[in-house]
């Protein structure tokens, strides 16, 4: 698994690639917290290359957008897979985030 952040004005985009299981999840914590202290820019999580999700990643996902919301930013998450877009309809987080 491997996070990519890229500044780009007041926008800020973090291409995942790999796959976001626990032991992920952990490893990349530290990249999602740099996130959060940008939280009030208009922040992209590319997901091109993102093969799989666990519920700690939907979790470190939930994090970002709570404290985006909190912070007056914005959020959007794009190119999900198939796969990916069904575990976001199943936990719903299909709702919570703008998918583009």
């Known amino acids: 698994m491997t996070i990519k952040i890229e500044n780009e004005g007041n926008m800020v985009v973090a291409r995942l690639a790999g796959r976001l299981d626990t032991a992920a999840a952990a490893e990349i914590t530290p990249d999602i917290q740099a996130l959060a202290e940008q939280a009030e820019k208009h922040i992209i999580l590319d997901c091109t290359e993102l093969a799989y999700i666990s519920s700690s990643g939907l979790r470190l996902f939930l994090t970002l957008r709570k404290e ?4 007056g930013g ?3 998450v794009r190119n999900i897979n198939a796969d990916i877009r069904q ?3 199943m936990t719903g987080f ?3 985030f703008e998918i583009i």
């Open 74 to 76: 914005k959020l959007q």
């Open 68 to 71: 985006s919301a909190s912070k």
């Open 87 to 89: 575990v976001f309809m």
């Open 94 to 96: 299909i709702s919570l």
